[in-house]
């Protein structure tokens, strides 16, 4: 007799399959209605649906108001208030504060944002539990919702707290003039201490405008040198006698023209 020749093998299902041969397949998205759906095209096209109007908005406010031309910049000018683009306004504000500052300059540069951007990467690993409401989810929604409030205050803040009128007149583009440095003009302005604040070529610096162009009359200009105008120009500045008053007004109202 043949080996295996009139055999017979009978299954009996009342005898489970090892584990190993279970097939291990998730359950299909649609056992959890209103939990979750599918990603391809359900959840991308919300996705790209979203983006598409932020970006168009953005780009409407590009269009509106288009960012201004500033003058050329100068590294030696040391009065020049600098400001960053309006995503990191925040992070600007941020490093005005006493212990974000200054010695604690590390802290408001380093530390706190990257607390705050290391949270954010961890969020999914640390709150990664299946509820979708955010009042099930207390500390994701509670830190989330401060997260937002001091970006949007510090950014508010920065902006209220800045000196536009000044950052506009230092980033005035103003036409570049052939200064006769040999003139009795240039050189009362340069014994006065004039090229100290307004610059070497009158292009302005350390907070005070240009004297190119003002449209100021030479009497204007004599009365202003003599009298001061406004907290950063106090009077008495100018030492010399009617004579030297003169020639430096007159040279200063025709600078630019």
């Not at 759906?37 to 991308?44: D, G, M, R, S, T």
């Not at 408001?108 to 099930?136: C, Q, S, T, V, Y």
């Not at 100021?216 to 009617?242: R, T, Y």
Request: glycine share 12%.
């Amino acid at each position: 007799m043949h080996r295996g020749k009139g055999m017979k093998f009978v299954g009996d299902s009342r005898v489970p399959a090892p584990e190993s041969r279970k097939r291990m397949l998730p359950k299909d998205y649609s056992e959890y209605p209103g939990k979750t759906e599918a990603f391809w095209p359900n959840f991308l096209l919300k996705e790209w649906m979203i983006g598409a109007v932020f970006l168009v908005g953005f780009l409407s406010l590009t269009v509106a108001h288009p960012a201004p031309l500033e003058r050329i910049a100068d590294p030696t000018d040391t009065g020049y208030i600098p400001l960053p683009d309006w995503y990191f306004l925040f992070l600007y504000q941020l490093l005005k504060y006493t212990y974000a500052s200054g010695p604690y300059t590390v802290i408001g540069a380093m530390i706190i944002p990257g607390l705050a951007f290391g949270g954010l990467l961890l969020a999914p690993f640390l709150d990664n539990g299946p509820e979708r409401r955010a009042r099930k989810r207390p500390l994701a929604t509670g830190f989330m919702l401060l997260a937002l409030a001091a970006t949007v205050f510090l950014t508010w803040q920065s902006v209220a707290t800045h000196d536009w009128a000044a950052a506009e007149r230092q980033g005035k583009i103003v036409a570049k003039v052939d200064i006769d440095k040999t003139s009795d003009g240039y050189k009362i302005a340069n014994d006065n201490t004039c090229l100290t604040c307004h610059g070497d070529s009158f292009q302005g610096g350390a907070g005070a405008p240009t004297l190119i162009g003002t449209g100021l009359s030479a009497e204007e200009v004599a009365k202003i040198a003599k009298e001061g105008k406004g907290g950063k120009m106090p009077p008495g500045i100018f030492k010399g006698d009617d004579e030297q008053l003169k020639k430096l007004s007159e040279f200063i109202s025709g600078l630019g023209k």
